[in-house]
């Protein structure tokens, strides 16, 4: 396997799995725009040699596919996944003794190493100015790195054994930053290196970070894995390496012996600065919010070093094929902590935090005449309760019956729950609670609601195929059009406040009460522009629940309360672009045109079938 970047690098590119382009590319959104043309069309990873103003290459799409990324770990993609499935269900160990032997040996030699010195990466010492500085979209604050480990130590139990490696987006430049003295690390209290800097402050402490930048792509990828318990990043490292972690310290900070950079400094929990805006994985802009400063005590990089990054936007990016790859990794693991769950789906399209998909299991009412939804509240309230999980707003939840389910076939999914929806009774608010950080269709900062929408039994409706005639001729919504069996979206008003959108919405249920029953349309979705939801699965998907808070942009027709409990006929979902929502990221027009010229007859892209 890759003892390190340049190894990777030139084994894609063997294979044709990499393109190197010669021409000069400026970091200012040029080299950004560039990956979202290849990564759309699916091509190749791309080495970007001669970046204006750094004498240091990068590289991006390393995880741009799937495929790719097997072909990157093929040597050890086998025995990574049994050791996880060891770690997931320890019972499969002992009933297969012989079959597993294997994975306890290969946890062990994955072990990291300390060294003497400090390695390849020491040798020079630098500045942050003479990194690659990416700006990705228009708006964001400054340069950032996007695919940082993020190296924190338990103060109370220090050591590579108690550390934690996570990968927290690090502003560079820009802002209140004084460039080369300190950086911007964005990440939550909840997080490891959030724990780990509340125990330094404790002790009055500074925390120590060390930031690795590079280094065999298995490294990278252990900073975003959701680990089992027991198993730590570094030594995960090593398993998908196939080659231990190694490592030594300089003045007090661990230093990766195969990264490419490391940035080394302390954070004081008194020291925050606007960190932002940043074009984030939702689609828009996660905005300007107060975050911890590192204090940088050296920069370190080796010769010839590769800065890998990516660009995140809204999905599918490359950190969609992140997740296809920790899911093939991780197997079930969501099945064995969550009893009862046949499988839960991220839905990437909407941004992966605000709507999931999930298939659970329904043994409380077989004998019952009527068959509803109770199991399956447990299970929702399990899940919302899990890690990334619990940032979720919709839940979408159903049990199989005479017919297999994948919650990956979305459209056939939604319809399945559709068809059987109570929504007098199937229904399930939590107000008041946490959201993603990044989602800002909420109340304030990580605050917002939930729904769950759980629905089993008979079949209870055929769904529309065709824009219903009541629909059609009203007063104030417009251009009704059909999103997929029953969903149709229709025009509202801009947007004013929610006064004005709640008198706007009983106009609109007062009329249609009196153009009677609608069973056929369960969902009713009021946006901006119901050409572009309508368009495709993923602009529904997308501008439907990520631009709606369910306690606040859910309405119904003929809609009623009973002991606190909310139900209607048809539900609403006003999923129009609200006055605190951020906006949504664009292109820019100029970039766009200037970048056509690596893609030209005789240039380093002009190959490419894009």
């Not at 054994?161 to 939550?188: A, F, I, K, P, T």
Request: glycine share 8%; hydrophobic share 35%; net charge negative.
């Amino acid at each position: 396997m890759y003892r390190n970047l340049e190894e990777c690098v030139n084994d894609l590119e063997k294979h044709g799995h990499l393109i190197r382009i010669t021409e000069e590319v400026d970091p200012h959104l040029e080299m950004a725009a560039i990956h979202l043309k290849v990564y759309e069309a699916g091509g190749p990873a791309l080495l970007f040699e001669n970046v204006k103003g750094s004498e240091y290459r990068a590289v991006s799409n390393l995880f741009g596919t799937v495929e790719r990324s097997r072909f990157i770990f093929r040597k050890t993609w086998d025995g990574v996944q049994n050791v996880m499935a060891v770690r997931n269900d320890p019972v499969k160990a002992l009933k297969q003794p012989i079959k597993n032997v294997s994975s306890g040996f290969s946890a062990l030699k994955a072990l990291p190493q300390q060294k003497k010195g400090g390695g390849p990466v020491s040798a020079r010492e630098i500045n942050i100015s003479d990194l690659p500085l990416i700006k990705h979209w228009p708006e964001d604050g400054g340069a950032f790195i996007t695919l940082p480990q993020v190296y924190s130590e338990d103060p109370d139990k220090p050591g590579i054994m108690n550390s934690n490696l996570g990968m927290y987006r690090v502003q560079l430049d820009g802002n209140d930053y004084n460039l080369n003295e300190e950086v911007g690390l964005h990440y939550q209290i909840h997080r490891g290196i959030g724990v780990h800097q509340h125990k330094a402050t404790k002790k009055g402490e500074p925390l120590k970070v060390s930031i690795f930048v590079g280094g065999p792509p298995a490294h990278t990828l252990s900073a975003v894995m959701p680990l089992p318990e027991g198993l730590s990043e570094m030594t995960f490292a090593g398993l998908l390496a196939g080659r231990r972690f190694q490592y030594s310290y300089i003045d007090g900070y661990c230093i990766s012996h195969d990264a490419d950079f490391v940035i080394t400094g302390e954070i004081y929990p008194e020291d925050t600065k606007p960190e932002g805006p940043f074009g984030d994985h939702l689609g828009y802009y996660s905005l300007i919010h107060d975050f911890p400063v590192m204090k940088i005590h050296k920069v370190y990089a080796k010769e010839k070093a590769i800065l890998p990054f990516t660009v995140v936007g809204r999905p599918p990016q490359e950190d969609t094929s992140f997740g296809a790859i920790i899911h093939e990794l991780t197997g079930d693991a969501v099945k064995q902590e969550i009893p009862g769950v046949q499988e839960v789906h991220a839905v990437d399209a909407a941004g992966v935090h605000p709507l999931l998909f999930a298939i659970g299991s329904e043994r409380y009412t077989p004998f019952e005449k009527v068959k509803r939804p109770q199991e399956l509240l447990t299970i929702a309230n399990r899940i919302l309760g899990t890690g990334q999980l619990s940032l979720a707003k919709y839940l979408f939840i159903t049990a199989e019956q005479e017919e297999p389910l994948d919650t990956h076939l979305k459209q056939d999914f939604l319809a399945y729950i559709l068809e059987r929806l109570d929504l007098r009774r199937d229904l399930h608010f939590q107000t008041n609670t946490t959201i993603d950080t990044l989602d800002y269709s909420g109340e304030g900062l990580n605050t917002g609601s939930k729904v769950v929408i759980a629905a089993y039994g008979d079949k209870k409706r055929e769904l529309c195929t065709a824009v219903p005639e009541e629909l059609n001729g009203l007063e104030t919504f417009k251009n009704p059009k059909l999103v997929m069996p029953g969903v149709v979206a229709v025009e509202s008003p801009e947007f004013k406040d929610y006064g004005t959108a709640q008198k706007e919405f009983n106009m609109f249920t007062n009329e249609m009460e009196k153009r009677g029953k609608l069973a056929s349309c369960p969902m009713i979705i009021a946006c901006d522009d119901s050409s572009f939801l309508s368009k495709t699965m993923s602009n529904f998907l997308w501008a439907a629940f990520t631009r709606s808070n369910p306690s606040h942009d859910i309405y119904g027709i003929r809609s009623y309360y009973e002991n606190k409990h909310w139900g209607c006929d048809n539900m609403i979902i006003d999923a129009r672009i609200k006055p605190h929502h951020a906006p949504p990221l664009t292109a820019d027009e100029k970039v766009e045109r200037n970048i056509e010229r690596f893609f030209r007859y005789g240039a380093s892209l002009g190959d490419l079938d894009i």
